[in-house]
């Protein structure tokens, strides 16, 4: 392994590619971490010279993009025959590996994803780059599902030198554009075209032009219309069934005239998506814990000395739980009366007939009464249910009477 490119450090390797490796390496004038990717430069003279020159062309333009869904391109440089290119590394998978292992992702998901690389497109086109080769292995999930597209001009690059060998056009058979196929001039509806194909694979976990070699795929590509998508994948929805359709429509006229409109009509259908099970959960998980604090409440308020309980509310009307109402009228017919008037009186109220001096002496000496029960309303019940029961309305009747009857003793007096 080679331990330096230009002034990059060389860590370890990170894999290979088509054109070459791809390293971890350090940065030492800012103390960087960065991804090189070196692409190899073994041509004849007099074609090496025009490829360079591509190169730093396709470079110089990916280097200008600066998206949140684009990977960034720090530098660019070569060493002997090997032609590098430093950019921002990346910690996370490429979803041709998550794919893999997961061919049938949450629809939801496959939506936002493909919509943050038909934004990190549209940015590209709309500053004249065209990407060439949209695949799976080109994207890069990141932390919270972050998406990068990386590789950006370096097909062209690839294509260039590849034909000047062989007279084969290098990309990814299962991923090109009918117009690639052809070798026609292409523009952003070939990079839709291809990301179309992508999420075709991500709805249904297969591509949608399959054949046993490169011939069978691409006469497949210029051919074929696939199934919908949904036929393969029963939570496909219809709208998703029609945006894929028309990401994959041969005539470019038919199809997306740009990424944006791609991306629109995405989050378009995520909008019209039920709630996935993950905000299902949340929202339960919020109302869990609502709960959880409501019954928590409860508790302190029963261990403060609140009942909550509506049933057991009492109305006290103002009055003093140590008044006696039964030994206050006793005592003011012992006062006002005969002792054949107190007895009547004892009759009526169906108590024991008092003796006088017991009651003088129980009217100063209040009894011992109960903590008295808290006064609670129900944030539902409204003030006039702060009532009297019938017990107490039917001893305050009699109250009146037996006023009315001392009264009406003392009078005769």
């Keep these: 392994m080679i331990k330096q490119l230009g002034r990059y450090e060389i860590l370890n390797e990170l894999g290979q590619g088509a054109m070459g490796v791809v390293y971890r390496a350090k940065d030492p004038l800012i103390d960087r971490i960065v991804a090189v990717k070196t692409i190899n430069l073994t041509l004849a003279e007099d074609e090496k010279e025009e490829y360079e020159g591509r190169f730093y062309q396709e470079a110089k333009a990916a280097g200008r993009l600066s998206h949140p869904n684009i990977v960034t391109i720090f530098d660019v440089g070569k ?39 038909a934004r990190g497109l549209a940015y590209a086109h709309e500053n004249e780059v065209i990407h060439r080769d949209v695949k799976p292995a080109n994207i890069m999930i990141v932390r919270d599902g972050h998406v990068k597209i990386t590789d950006f001009g370096i097909a062209r690059m690839a294509s260039a030198a590849v034909r000047t060998q062989t007279g084969m056009v290098l990309g990814s058979p299962k991923y090109m554009s009918p117009e690639q196929v052809l070798g026609k001039a292409i523009d952003q509806r070939s990079d839709v075209f291809s990301l179309g194909v992508t999420l075709y694979e991500m709805l249904t976990g297969q591509v949608p032009f399959l054949g046993e070699n490169v011939n069978a795929i691409m006469y497949q590509t210029l051919n074929a219309i696939p199934v919908p998508p949904s036929s393969l994948n029963p939570e496909v929805p219809d709208m998703l069934n029609f945006i894929t359709a028309k990401a994959l429509a041969k005539d470019l006229a038919d199809r997306y005239q740009n990424a944006r409109e791609f991306a629109d009509d995405l989050r378009a259908c995520r909008d019209t998506m039920p709630r996935s099970s993950s905000r299902v959960n949340l929202i339960h998980e919020r109302s869990t814990r609502s709960v959880a604090q409501l019954a928590e409440a409860k508790q302190i308020a029963q261990r403060a000395g609140h009942d909550t309980d509506e049933s057991k509310a009492v109305a006290t009307m103002g009055l003093s739980t140590v008044f006696d109402s039964t030994n206050a009228t006793l005592r003011l017919a012992a006062m006002t009366g005969s002792l054949e008037e107190v007895e009547d009186l004892a009759k009526t109220l169906q108590i024991p007939r008092p003796n006088l001096d017991a009651i003088n002496k129980a009217a100063f000496v209040p009894k011992k009464a109960a903590p008295p029960p808290p006064v609670y309303q129900h944030p539902t019940q409204s003030a006039a249910d702060n009532t009297p029961s019938k017990s107490g309305v039917l001893l305050f009747i009699l109250l009146i009477a037996v006023a009315a009857i001392v009264a009406l003793l003392v009078f005769k007096k």
């Design 79 to 117: 060493s002997g025959d090997v032609a590098y290119i430093a950019m921002e590394f990346l910690e996370g998978r490429h979803l041709r590996d998550i794919l893999n292992d997961e061919p049938h992702m949450p629809i939801e998901q496959i939506l936002d994803l493909v919509a943050q690389i």
